[in-house]
């Protein structure tokens, strides 16, 4: 039975990369991006652990994850968060002000919800996601919206981040688009794995993906490469980073915008990964009173059950 549930989970988290597709052999990029050669039984290998290491996680009911952007030493933004496998997850995303138009933009909706007052522009964002629905606050809200929870609307996202969809977050998503293709000398728990282009911009907001030059077939063809940890015989954490992405998108034959490509290439993007206590309870939307919508927020109008 637990093997099954790992399968099972498998195949959800495959789901959730949408149409990304299978991944055919062939150079294995290095985690520096240049492509080496590879042999087949090497990959194989690769591949093997890969599978082994994402039973090892997906062999509980929910996994906690933490998603850091970096640029350098500073972490621009990090979200953690607890996601259960048959559906349902919360996060708590700090952001610092350095990320402003990096990973999370201060746009004109952004800004009123924030208020002109408020000096200070690092924040906190509080998600819950069911099945169908994504709701969020942000702690800088005003009187009379603080509190509530804002109900996202069909193909929205919390502050334009896109790895926050309904059921299960792509941040746990993206480990059913990796494909192995190689294992770092002298140090073999750490895998060296690639994912397709458009899986890796979902890591991004919606204004950075949308700068990008760069059609459909392009972003299906290009991959990133992707490191992967293997800290006993689990998947424990994904790393990528912000330069792969650039080179990845211009090899394809998209552009990227002078000043995203300069932003871009100083992030580094991580992903950590653990089982959650036996006893988390499964997540439960907002009460009906505290939600509000996009109209609701604009007018400021409160929510009913605010003190």
């Not at 498998?10 to 590879?38: F, I, K, M, Q, R």
């Not at 994912?195 to 993906?209: D, N």
């Not at 090899?251 to 100083?266: I, K, Y």
Request: charged share 20%; hydrophobic share 40%; with cysteine.
């Amino acid at each position: 039975m637990r093997l099954r549930g790992t399968l099972v989970a498998l195949a959800v988290l495959a789901g959730l990369a949408g149409c990304a597709g299978g991944d055919e052999p062939s150079s294995a990029p290095s985690v520096l991006g240049t492509p080496t050669p590879t042999s087949e039984s090497v990959e194989a290998s690769a591949e093997q652990a890969l599978t082994d290491g994402l039973r090892a996680l997906l062999t509980v009911p929910a996994v906690d994850f933490r998603y850091r952007v970096l640029s350098g030493g500073t972490v621009l933004t990090e979200t953690s968060g607890r996601a259960f496998l048959a559906g349902g997850w919360s996060a708590t995303t700090d952001f610092d002000d350095a990320a402003t138009g990096v990973v999370a933009p201060q746009g004109e909706q952004q800004g009123q919800q924030q208020g002109e007052e408020d000096e200070d522009t690092a924040d906190r964002m509080l998600v819950r996601a069911t099945t169908d629905d994504v709701f969020m606050q942000l702690r800088s809200w005003p009187d009379p919206v603080a509190g509530c929870w804002l109900r996202m609307g069909p193909g929205e996202a919390p502050i334009g981040l896109l790895a926050m969809t309904p059921e299960l977050p792509f941040y746990l998503g993206l480990l059913g688009t990796l494909h192995a293709v190689d294992v770092v000398p002298g140090d073999e728990g750490l895998i060296v794995a690639r994912t397709q282009l458009r899986s890796a911009l979902l890591l991004l907001s919606g204004p950075i993906a949308q700068s990008l030059t760069l059609d459909a077939e392009q972003a299906s063809r290009a991959r990133v490469p992707v490191g992967v940890r293997i800290d006993g015989g689990a998947v424990t954490d994904v790393s990528l980073r912000g330069d792969d992405v650039v080179r990845s998108v211009e090899e394809a034959g998209g552009t990227v915008p002078p000043e995203t490509a300069a932003g871009l290439a100083q992030l580094d993007l991580t992903l950590r990964y653990q089982a959650s206590p036996s006893d988390a309870e499964p997540v439960a939307p907002p009460g009906p009173d505290l939600v509000i919508s996009n109209a609701d927020l604009s007018e400021r109008h409160g929510c009913k059950g605010e003190n």
